[in-house]
């Protein structure tokens, strides 16, 4: 598509969903699939008179039909399920128990939808024929696993599709049918076929420019599990560079009032070159993998070419059920790219976190009121928000686009409220070597404190509530020292440890805060000073760099200087603390 100006409007509440002719893009709402030859009364044991006490899997060429193998991914030894690769299973070997997960003869097929290749590390040297290292996993498309509702299964050689309808889709009160009954008339069957409804595509040189989508529903997008992925930076993530809705080469894209429902791939991706996209008032629900993505280009660490979004905007959406496919995906995930503002978002219901920044190419994001909860669902490791900085990047933005460095601008995170249930830690997960963020007047529940970890450096973590509820042990300090001159700052931060006791100190008698150097405050040392902890007995002691334990009141000044510790107060004032943090929002 090039051009400019260009308006696709509709109301999505009045049924204005996104319907491509078939004839035109082989694609669309079908109630059956050209070529389907569909049986409503089959019962599994019975698919062409066989008994499977066996799989059985025909040899494809290629992996188009067949069946998969998913398996959820996480850090060896532990770590929890951080993202699930998908294969192509083109064989079995029933008597060695071995899959053959190869679809064109070179291994692997599919196996690329995470960025670490733990599923290979303990194969012999040199060779891709070890046991996979994982967690739960599970198969599609094996004729004798059918057996739930709702699952199905087709026959790439005889088309036929077999199918155990729900029998929850019968109105309230009506009795389920006998077994092999047919299913009831509104039934409609959706093969989707597109993955990309929108391919908005111009170039820094001639950018397509105006281009607005605005009050359509979008839905049956097809899963991208098995196309091409890539690693965006040095972050855990890989991306399929596509989208519902793909902005590449734009100016003031604009996606206002739209809902994305059941789309099995990423709702919008915004690539390479893009300038001031605006996501705004959107909701996004039942998706098989992100909601927004961003992602730029580089020429290995030198980010200075410019192709890459800058200045996204997304603003009042509601982002809920996501991940439904891939489990590494988010609200809005960010990859070489700057400027980024999130702000007056909804995000819950989702697997891993709701914001990601995968790595950080000059900075200068925005992260404002903003609500989140009900993240990390599937998976642990991680929290609602959350970044790595793996892989410094070269730009001018801290120079005012003079000379370039590696230093970058501080991203703001304020005003936020975020629940960190399920398996979330810190509500804004800094993690492996995360620099220059400014988090600051946010209310974080169910949360642990400012994390550094892996080098990172030059953040500030102030004026914080942070409420406490799951203690591990980090609490409220989780840091080291620094590099002199790089210091990252804690201070007018307001934690309170939980009422319960712990692994650490199972009576409380001296509440446990985390981590902290302890020294007086020389060079390399966190600055830290004017916070307030509180908890169930009023005292409160942190680990030392040589694992001896000190009352937060007797640090060595400044360390912790001006630091007060009291008892838990009521929930009334809890609520209070937290209100103020979030005035802009109950305003």
């Not at 079995?92 to 690329?112: E, H, K, Q, T």
């Not at 001639?206 to 049956?220: N, S």
């Not at 200075?304 to 439904?324: A, F």
């Not at 650490?504 to 307030?532: A, F, M, Q, R």
């Amino acid at each position: 598509m090039g051009g400019s100006g260009n308006y696709f409007c509709g109301n999505s509440s009045d049924g204005g969903w996104v319907e491509v002719d078939a004839n035109m893009e082989k694609s669309g709402l079908m109630l059956y699939p050209v070529g389907m030859i569909v049986n409503t009364s089959v019962i599994a044991a019975d698919y062409n008179n066989k008994t499977f006490n066996n799989w059985f899997i025909p040899v494809f060429n290629g992996y188009v039909g067949a069946p998969t193998l998913t398996v959820w991914m996480g850090a060896p030894g532990g770590g929890g399920g951080w993202y699930n690769n998908r294969f192509a299973i083109t064989a079995y070997d029933n008597v060695r128990a071995l899959m053959n997960l190869s679809a064109d003869g070179i291994w692997p097929s599919g196996g690329w939808q995470g960025g670490r290749t733990w599923h290979t590390l303990d194969a012999p040297q040199g060779t891709h024929n070890g046991p996979l290292i994982g967690g739960s996993w599970h198969v599609n498309g094996i004729a004798a696993e059918l057996d739930v509702q709702g699952e199905y299964y087709f026959n790439m050689t005889t088309r036929q599709l077999f199918f155990i309808w729900n029998t929850s889709l019968l109105p309230n009160g009506q009795a389920p049918p006998p077994p092999g009954s047919p299913p009831p008339a509104s039934l409609i069957l959706v093969a989707p076929q597109l993955e990309i409804f929108f391919n908005v595509t111009g170039t820094p040189q001639d950018p397509v420019t105006d281009v607005t989508f605005c009050g359509l529903g979008f839905r049956d997008q097809r899963d991208s599990m098995l196309e091409d992925w890539m690693v965006p930076s040095g972050g855990d993530w890989a991306l399929r560079r596509a989208g519902a809705v793909t902005l590449r080469g734009t100016e003031r894209a604009t996606v206002v009032n739209c809902t994305f429902a059941r789309t099995d791939g990423t709702a919008i991706h915004i690539d390479k070159y893009a300038r001031n996209a605006t996501i705004q008032g959107n909701e996004f629900v039942w998706l098989g993998m992100s909601a927004v993505t961003l992602m730029g280009d580089t020429v290995e660490d030198d980010a200075t070419g410019g192709t890459q979004p800058w200045g996204t905007i997304m603003s009042g959406n509601l982002v809920h059920e996501i991940g439904i496919i891939e489990k590494q995906s988010s609200a809005l995930f960010i990859s070489k790219s700057a400027f980024t503002r999130a702000e007056n978002n909804v995000f819950f219901n989702g697997p891993r976190a709701m914001v990601n920044v995968n790595d950080y190419m000059g900075g200068g994001d925005n992260f404002t009121y903003n609500a989140m909860w009900n993240t990390c669902r599937e998976s642990g490791d991680h929290g609602p928000m959350n970044s790595w900085n793996p892989m410094p990047m070269a730009t001018r933005f801290a120079s005012g686009g003079q000379e370039a460095s590696y230093r970058g601008l501080h991203s703001e995170t304020a005003n936020n409220y975020i629940f960190a249930n399920y398996g979330g830690s810190q509500a804004f997960d800094n993690d492996d070597g995360s620099s220059f963020f400014y988090t600051h007047d946010n209310a974080f529940y169910d949360s642990d404190g400012f994390k550094m970890d892996y080098g990172g450096h030059d953040s500030i973590f102030a004026n914080n509530v942070v409420a406490v509820r799951t203690y591990d042990g980090q609490a409220c300090l989780n840091e080291g020292n620094y590099v002199p001159g790089y210091e990252s700052a804690q201070y007018g931060n307001v934690c309170i440890l939980p009422p319960q006791g712990s692994s650490k100190d199972p009576e409380l008698v001296d509440p446990y805060l985390g981590s902290s150097p302890c020294s007086g405050g020389g060079p390399g040392d966190p600055i830290t000073h004017d916070n307030s902890y509180y908890t169930i007995t009023g005292r409160a002691t942190v680990m030392c760099g040589n694992g001896s334990t000190v009352s937060i009141l007797d640090l060595l000044p400044p360390v912790e200087a001006r630091a007060t510790v009291g008892t838990i107060p009521d929930s009334d004032t809890l609520i209070s603390w937290f209100r103020a943090k979030l005035s802009g929002v109950l305003q």
